[in-house]
């Protein structure tokens, strides 16, 4: 299907997805803040330079858009299927040559970008949930979404809550059929896995999912691989205590990567999840602009949560020196919360994650994991009794 197409059609598929951004020329004259909508729908707002770096990161996916087709059209459709490195496979004297060649290739483009409109496709091939798919019945979704309607449980009032209020004004999430679609992923997710349930920070990450994969079933199972596979275990349970972890791992981890970093804000007493726990629960939907966003889940649902820590870690990096100036926790807070809201080139934020922070392996986060869960566990389990002991005493 994507090999027959010509490259004057490319062309002209790619100019009609990402238009240029034109600014008025009173905005460009006076630099003014200036509105505009994103590939995505999100409403941007921004300078004019703000501007100017949004259009040279619509040129380079356009350039990026080429290499892809091109590698369909050379390689065929869905040649990035071919077994992965990455996937545990061992190097063997009968691997061949090409598959290596096809791993080393895949991992460099994903990290510059995967072309919104291949997106879903890879997505659900690479992230595994094309093969979860297709371990239960075809009409899976459809047949959990009708013996759920109705229910009602603190899940499904909870997610009834949050619907408005996940990305107010987005001119298809915002509305009664951009709600219903939304509520159908998160019920029929919450059935599926129980000890989930619902947890917030859900609707921003299955709401982006609509939004790129087109329709609610793919959604669907790319919550449920993100969750079940992709993700670590209980960061979305009632306690969770998966989150923790994270938080205290990456604190670790900022210790031994930005030192001089870890160092200021323990003189501030600032803790880093006071930043961080939207970062990984909500994977910097909140956070970043959409494109930037959906260029760290790029990485992500091929590489795993690992690169949760790369980009947390980049964005403390790239503000380093100011960060080191700051005084007082809302200044910490302010920084992050301005830099993050400003980060339109992907390119520069996924440069310092994965090219200036250093390696981080797997198994090393894992490592760190077990290390944490004890004291997570025992922490969460002393917070239960007081909460219980304050019961008793009520009554």
Same mark, same amino acid.
């Given at each position: 299907m ?5 490259k004057r059609?490319?062309a002209l598929?790619?100019q009609?997805?990402i238009?240029?951004?034109r600014? #008025?020329i009173?905005?460009r004259?006076a630099n003014?803040t200036?509105? =505009?909508?994103?590939?995505?729908? =999100?409403?941007v ?5 703000? +501007?100017?770096?949004?259009n ?5 996916v356009?350039k990026?858009?080429? +290499?892809?087709? /091109?590698?369909?059209?050379n390689?065929?459709a ?5 077994? #992965?490195?990455s996937e545990?496979?061992a $190097?063997k ?5 090409s598959t290596l060649?096809?791993a080393?290739?895949l991992?460099r483009l994903?990290?510059k970008?995967?072309p ?5 496709k890879?997505?659900?091939?690479l992230?595994?949930a /094309?093969k979860?798919? #297709?371990?239960v019945?075809?009409?899976y979704?459809n047949?959990?979404?009708k013996?759920?309607?109705?229910? +009602?449980?603190?899940?499904t009032?909870?997610i009834?809550h949050d619907?408005?209020r996940? =990305?107010?004004g987005h001119p298809w999430?915002?509305?009664?059929e951009?709600?219903?679609a ?9 059935f ?11 609707n921003?990450?299955a709401?982006?999912l609509l939004?790129?994969?087109k ?5 669907f199972?790319?919550?449920?691989v993100?969750?079940?596979n ?9 306690n969770?205590s998966g989150c ?5 791992v990456f ?5 031994k990567?930005?030192?001089?970093i870890?160092?200021?804000l323990e003189?501030l007493?600032?803790?880093?999840s006071?930043?961080?726990t ?5 994977? =910097?939907?909140?956070?970043?602009p959409?494109?930037?966003t959906?260029r ?12 949760l820590f790369?980009?947390?870690?980049a964005?403390?990096k790239?503000?380093?020196?100011e960060? $080191? ?8 807070i302010?920084i992050?919360q ?6 339109f080139?992907p390119d520069d934020?996924?440069t310092v994650a994965f090219d200036?922070?250093?390696s981080?392996?797997?198994n090393?986060i894992s ?8 004291a997570?566990m /025992?922490e969460l389990d002393q ?5 219980n #002991?304050l019961?008793?005493?009520d009554?």
């Amino acid at each position: 299907m994507y090999g027959t197409q010509s490259k004057r059609d490319l062309a002209l598929e790619f100019q009609s997805q990402i238009p240029i951004l034109r600014p #008025s020329i009173h905005a460009r004259r006076a630099n003014l803040t200036v509105k =505009f909508q994103d590939l995505y729908g =999100f409403t941007v707002e921004g300078n004019v330079d703000d +501007v100017n770096v949004l259009n040279e990161v619509r040129e380079k996916v356009r350039k990026q858009g080429r +290499v892809w087709w /091109a590698l369909e059209a050379n390689k065929g459709a869905n040649w990035y299927l071919e077994p #992965s490195i990455s996937e545990g496979i061992a $190097l063997k004297s009968s691997l061949k040559f090409s598959t290596l060649a096809n791993a080393i290739t895949l991992k460099r483009l994903i990290r510059k970008g995967i072309p919104p409109l291949l997106r879903p496709k890879v997505w659900f091939s690479l992230s595994g949930a /094309a093969k979860k798919k #297709s371990t239960v019945p075809e009409s899976y979704y459809n047949d959990l979404s009708k013996a759920v309607e109705g229910k +009602v449980t603190p899940a499904t009032r909870q997610i009834d809550h949050d619907l408005p209020r996940t =990305f107010p004004g987005h001119p298809w999430l915002d509305t009664p059929e951009g709600h219903a679609a939304l509520r159908r992923v998160l019920v029929g997710y919450s059935f599926r896995d129980s000890d989930v349930g619902y947890c917030q920070g859900l609707n921003y990450v299955a709401a982006l999912l609509l939004l790129v994969m087109k329709t609610e079933e793919d959604a669907f199972w790319m919550l449920a691989v993100l969750l079940e596979n992709v993700l670590v275990n209980d960061c979305y349970t009632n306690n969770l205590s998966g989150c923790h972890v994270e938080q205290r791992v990456f604190k670790d981890i900022l210790v031994k990567k930005c030192p001089r970093i870890a160092t200021h804000l323990e003189a501030l007493d600032f803790d880093v999840s006071l930043v961080a726990t939207e970062w990984f629960l909500c994977l =910097f939907s909140k956070s970043l602009p959409s494109e930037t966003t959906l260029r760290v889940w790029d990485v992500l649902f091929y590489e795993g949560a690992k690169v949760l820590f790369h980009v947390a870690l980049a964005i403390f990096k790239m503000k380093e020196d100011e960060l $080191l100036l700051t005084h007082h926790v809302g200044d910490v807070i302010n920084i992050l919360q301005k830099t993050t809201h400003h980060l339109f080139d992907p390119d520069d934020l996924l440069t310092v994650a994965f090219d200036k922070i250093g390696s981080m392996t797997t198994n090393t986060i894992s490592k760190q994991r077990k290390k944490q869960e004890p004291a997570v566990m /025992a922490e969460l389990d002393q917070r239960l009794r007081r909460l219980n #002991s304050l019961k008793l005493d009520d009554k």
